[in-house]
Structure formats: C-alpha cells, structure tokens
C-alpha cells in the first residue's frame, strides 16, 4: 500500500505544475495562459474601498462601532487615490493586505481575544461589551492599517531612495514613514470614519495604525516578530504590526497561480529599479535581483519566503495558528515549485551547453 507525507505529496503537485507550465503543446500554454489571466483578472477586481468595505461588513464592525459604509468609502477613496501606479506597490497590494489582515481576524478572533485578555489579565467572565468594543476598535485599526501601509510608495527600496537622495528621503526617513506622514497630516485632516469615535478611541486607533504601518519597514522585519503583551495598547500594537506585516508577506504563501503574478509585479518593479541606477546613476552598485539581464527570479522568490515569509508565519503561530498553518503550509508548496524551476533552469543551461559542445543531450530517467 502507498502512502503519502506531506513532503511527497508537495513534491508531486510540484512537478506537476511545473510540466504543465512548461509544456510545448498549445492545449497546455492555453490552459497555463488562462490560469496566468484569470488569477491577474482577481487580483486587479480587488480595490481597497471594496476590500474595507467587506473587511469591517465581515467583522460586523458596522454594528459594534458608529460607523457607516458610505463614509468608509469616501476615507478610502481618498487612501486608494494616494497609491501610485507601481508594478507591485500599488492599490492592488493594498487591497490585497486588507483582505488578508481581514481573514486573519476573522479565523483567529477568538485566539487574538485570548492574547487580549491575558495581556490585561482578564477573565472570559469579565470580558463584556466594554471590551468588544475595544477589540472592534483594534480591528478597525488593523484594517485601516493594512490600506494605508503602502500609500505613497514611489516604488524603490529605502536604501535605494537615500543614495539617490530621492525628493522623499529628504522628508523622510523611510517609504513607510511616508506612509505614516500621509495618515497623520493628510488622512487624519480629511477623513469622516473616526468622527464618530471619542478624543481617547481616536487616540487608540491612531497609535495602533501609525505602530502598525511603521513595522511593515522591513529593516524592522526581526523586531515585527517579537511578540510582546504587556497591557492593552502594547498588545494591540504588537498585535496590529504582526498582522499586517504577515499579510504584506503573504503572497508567497497564495496558491501558485495568484503567487507567480505578485512575484512577476515585484520583479518588475526591482526591474526598474535597476534599469533607473543603470540610466541615472551608473556609479551605484545594481544587486542581481534588481538587474533584469541577470536576475533569477525563482532563487529570489525562494529566499522571500524562506527568509521573510516563513519566519513571519512561524511568529504568527502564537497569536493566529489557523492563519500561520494555513501560510505556512502555502509557502512550503510554492518554495518546492520554485526549486523544480530552478533545477529545471540548470538542466536547460547544461543542455544548451552540452549542445554547443556537441556533447549530444542529458540522458532522461523516466
């Protein structure tokens, strides 16, 4: 009798994948180009009003807190307008962090009440309506939180922005500071969705969202995954940055066909990137990953999710184990699937190789 590990079981839909993708009769490509399209027609059906909208519907944050869908709209309309047209930062990334923070505090809700609670030495006799309203409170902020992390983004790495001394690194420190500016001068200055609240649950709110949007800096990524809960507003902190920051990460962890196009948006923004140091500013070293005549996209997505993506997820387990499980059971697939493509890569190199050589072919092992 067979039997299957979870380990075998990847390794197989692995190849699978990858000889789909990678067959030269024209049903296949077909059937690969309608995956490719389909999974990019989701993504970009997806804006970050919409993703709100269903977020707080979803989390039943219309009936817990005084707030209204239409003015919801209108503060995001605002949000969604800010975001520039990048390959990968744009309004799409952000939509797509609303929905999954979202889904996170929906299937982890009652673990992420639990950490609440111990963090305030609470009981589940003595959690009332007070502190539902808290929690929705949190919430919103999370989701409010995951719409803004990006806005303003110019689409170039911080440490890319300062050697260039780009207009935004003289004002701020970093992309994601930008994006703090933005909430604090701008958003806080325009909106309708916190009037509702009192001087001291705007407070709350705009503490969690402006801790949250500054822990998605990835040079902060190791302190993102500290778990702290020492009283209220530190646990929420924490909690909202871990959050938001996991579902920035998240797409490597997405199924295959969603996976690749995030990965295929990102590349071409580090593209660009390098394109741009190449053109403006040749006295600046260019990283493989950012230079498309030698940047291998497999090997750079394998060590996003093995370097950022699972230790985020790993971290995620003690506050939201159904998400964490979930995400990490998703990029395991996705890092075996780019290890195929990349051993597929080094057969095609030595064949070629070989060819030139007129060394014949590499023997096949069915």
């Known amino acids: 009798m067979l039997s299957f590990t979870l380990e075998s079981a990847v390794a197989i839909v692995a190849v699978v994948c990858i000889t789909h993708s990678s067959s030269s009769s024209s049903t296949n490509s077909s059937c690969s180009s309608d995956a490719d399209s389909s999974a990019e027609y989701t993504i970009r059906s997806n804006d970050i009003p919409r993703a709100t909208h269903e977020a707080c519907h979803d989390l039943h944050l219309f009936k817990i807190l005084p707030l209204t869908p239409e003015q919801l709209c209108l503060d995001m309309q605002l949000v969604q307008a800010s975001y520039l047209s990048n390959p990968y930062h744009n309004k799409h ?38 502190q539902e309203r808290r929690f929705a409170l ?10 803004m992390h990006d806005v303003l ?3 170039y790495n911080n440490a890319y922005l300062k050697a260039i001394k780009h207009v935004m690194a003289l004002t701020h420190t970093t992309a994601e500071q930008a994006s703090v500016a933005f909430f604090t001068d701008i958003f806080l200055s325009q909106q309708h969705v916190l009037n509702c ?37 530190e646990c929420f902190k924490h909690l909202a940055a871990l959050i938001v920051h996991a579902a920035d990460l998240a797409n490597g962890a997405d199924a295959w066909a969603v996976s690749k196009v995030w990965a295929r948006w990102c590349n071409a923004e580090f593209h660009a990137q390098g394109d741009h140091s190449l ?10 990953q950012f230079n498309r005549k030698v940047a ?23 506050v939201a184990p159904l998400t964490a499980q979930a995400g990490l059971q998703g990029c395991k697939m996705n890092a075996a699937i780019c290890k195929v493509i990349m051993q597929r890569n080094k057969d095609c190199l030595l064949q070629r190789t070989m ?3 007129g060394l014949g072919t590499l023997p096949r092992f069915l």
């Open 93 to 130: 990334h952000g939509a797509d962090v609303v929905s999954k923070s979202a889904k996170t505090l929906q299937r982890d809700g009652a673990s992420l009440k639990r950490r609440v609670m111990e963090a305030q030495c609470l009981t589940l006799e003595q959690w009332g309506e007070h």
């Open 197 to 233: 609240l009192s001087e001291e649950e705007r407070q709350l709110v705009k503490e969690i969202i402006t801790y949250a949007i500054d822990e998605t800096d990835m040079s902060k990524h190791g302190d993102a995954l500290k778990w702290q809960a020492a009283g209220e507003l």
């Open 138 to 147: 949190f919430q919103l902020a999370v989701i409010l939180a995951a719409a």
């Open 296 to 318: 291998d996209v497999p090997d750079g997505q394998l060590f996003f999710i093995t370097t950022f993506a699972v230790p985020t997820f790993e971290a995620l387990e003690a």
């Open 355 to 357: 060819s030139r050589l």
């Open 153 to 155: 983004h110019p689409g």
């Open 279 to 288: 053109r403006y500013h040749p006295e600046l070293p260019v990283m493989k």
